[in-house]
């Protein structure tokens, strides 16, 4: 069974252009997270969606930051224009929620290393 | 105060030894605890989950949660230099928040 998969897995590019990263989530899971993971912040969460709809995107840190869950099996970041202290990073996450109480593993994918320069 | 609170180390402990590494977290409503490792380069991979009170024995790591201390340990026996790792704490927060801690470099010296 494939797991989370994101592309592309390294990307260099040039402040003020724009940067697309796209996931796929493990099949049949319904919660889709978007992490940013930097030495000094360590992981930090950007937004969540659960069945396509995002539910919280307080952690998206400016409006250059936008994502889309068009279907279940595909997501998207977008950074326009980019800044090198965009610079990191970021992973995306599925996991099954079945609702209140307990919560179900996050599987990660293997990140996309974004360097601008 | 942080959410979740970890030493960032590194830890050093040397092949064969126990490793014991620590987390406190502040949100007294969590209720689902995970540890995940990370090697450099590499995305975070699941250890071990905990949900109840008490230990949890998985091969080699123990999980011990005490929710009443809001504390949660990972022990590794018999610790590998493959264990050289990132050792990264996950707390729930409210219906789907999961917060991680900035996590824990363990170093096992063959």
């Known amino acids: 069974d494939a797991g989370v998969i994101q592309s592309p897995r390294h990307e260099v590019t040039e402040m003020g252009q724009e940067v697309t990263l796209r996931c796929k989530p493990i099949s049949g899971h319904n919660s889709l997270f978007w992490y940013r993971q930097t030495m000094m912040r360590g992981l930090e969460l950007l937004i969540y969606?659960?069945?396509?709809?995002?539910?919280?995107d307080s952690g998206m840190p400016e409006d250059r930051f936008s994502a889309k869950m068009p279907n279940a099996s595909f997501s998207t970041l977008k950074i326009q224009p980019s800044e090198p202290r965009d610079s990191a990073v970021y992973f995306c996450?599925?996991?099954?929620?079945?609702?209140?109480?307990?919560?179900?593993?996050?599987?990660f994918g293997p990140g996309t290393r974004l360097l601008v320069l | 105060q942080k959410e979740v609170e970890q030493n960032s180390g590194p830890l050093s402990v040397p092949e064969g030894a126990i490793a014991s590494l620590n987390c406190t977290y502040s949100?007294?409503?969590?209720?689902?605890f995970f540890w995940y490792r990370q090697y450099s380069g590499k995305s975070p991979e699941l250890i071990m989950s905990i949900y109840s009170n008490g230990d949890k024995e998985d091969g080699r790591f123990t999980a011990q949660l005490n929710k009443a201390s809001q504390y949660v340990s990972l022990l590794i026996r018999d610790s590998q230099p493959s264990d050289s790792a990132t050792y990264l704490c996950a707390v729930t927060l409210g219906t789907y928040k999961y917060i991680f801690g900035t996590g824990t470099r363990l170093k096992v010296l063959a």
């Open positions: 969606f659960n069945n396509n709809v995002p539910i919280d």
């Open positions: 949100d007294r409503g969590s209720q689902s």
């Open positions: 996450a599925s996991s099954l929620n079945g609702g209140q109480g307990r919560r179900e593993t996050q599987y």
